[in-house]
């Protein structure tokens, strides 16, 4: 069974920095396409980075440029990480590690609160 855990989130000053993480365990990890998502409170989930098996990271124009998405270079330890850098407040939410997209086969972890304080 596929189960993503993510860790690393918490309270941070706007224009501070965090670094998540997702461990990933139940599956094929190193052919697996793996994605960031986040969520406001009130809002709907918003995607947040992409990373392919081969390393290839894809950003929306709200986070680019500001967040890094990374992976182990030999998936030995089936993780992926987040790093975020000049945090502002509108960036606080629950983030959340994915495989799948928003299908309905997709895989979710149960998330990590992100807090940037003004």
């Known amino acids: 069974q596929v189960q993503l855990v993510e860790s690393g989130g918490g309270l941070v000053e706007a224009g501070g920095s965090l670094r998540l993480s997702c461990a990933a365990s139940?599956?094929?990890?190193?052919?697996?396409?793996m994605r960031w998502y986040r969520q406001a409170p009130g809002k709907q989930r918003e995607w947040v980075a992409d990373?392919?098996?081969?390393?290839?990271?894809?950003?929306p124009d709200s986070v680019r440029g500001r967040f890094t998405v990374s992976r182990d270079v030999d998936n030995a330890k089936n993780t992926v990480y987040l790093q975020m850098t000049s945090l502002k407040p509108e960036d606080t939410g629950v983030y959340y590690c994915?495989?799948?997209?928003?299908?309905?086969?997709?895989?979710w972890g149960q998330g990590t609160q992100v807090t940037v304080s003004s």
């Open positions: 990373i392919s098996s081969r390393g290839i990271a894809v950003y």
């Open positions: 139940g599956m094929g990890f190193a052919i697996a396409a």
């Open positions: 994915n495989i799948g997209g928003m299908g309905p086969y997709a895989y």
